[in-house]
């Protein structure tokens, strides 16, 4: 009996308990909404004010880009330019003139100088004999 009258009086405070306390939830509730409201309304005004800043730097960026695509198809155009140019030096002097083939070039002339130097050395050491 005593277990039928606890859930007795736990109903009838749920039923009658909830509504007192329905209206000041309800109070809260509206509350809550403005104050949310007012929240999100700063958030947006924030956000919008981030986004400008953003946008903003995103178009200073693409012109940096468009820039530095300018200089690289400029400097595209040259190098083409000054290769076509050794294409004819070659065409009219029969001499190559890539990176590799100058380099060789280059090395070999290294390799000539040491031998002259060794030899100039070596007239040099019977003078002092």
Do not use: P
């Amino acid at each position: 009996m005593l277990f039928g009258l606890v859930i007795e009086v736990h109903v009838a405070h749920m039923l009658f308990g909830e509504k007192i306390d329905d209206s000041k939830e309800k109070k809260l509730k509206k509350d809550n909404i403005k104050y949310q409201l007012l929240r999100s309304k700063q958030r947006l005004a924030k956000l919008t004010e981030v986004n400008k800043v953003y946008n903003e730097q995103i178009n200073k960026l693409k012109g940096e880009i468009d820039a530095l695509r300018e200089c690289i198809n400029f400097q595209k155009n040259l190098i083409n330019d000054r290769q076509q140019e050794f294409e004819h030096l070659e065409s009219v002097n029969g001499v190559c003139h890539c990176n590799e083939c100058i380099e060789t070039d280059i090395k070999a002339n290294i390799r000539a100088d040491r031998r002259s130097v060794k030899k100039c050395n070596t007239t040099e050491e019977l003078w002092m004999e």
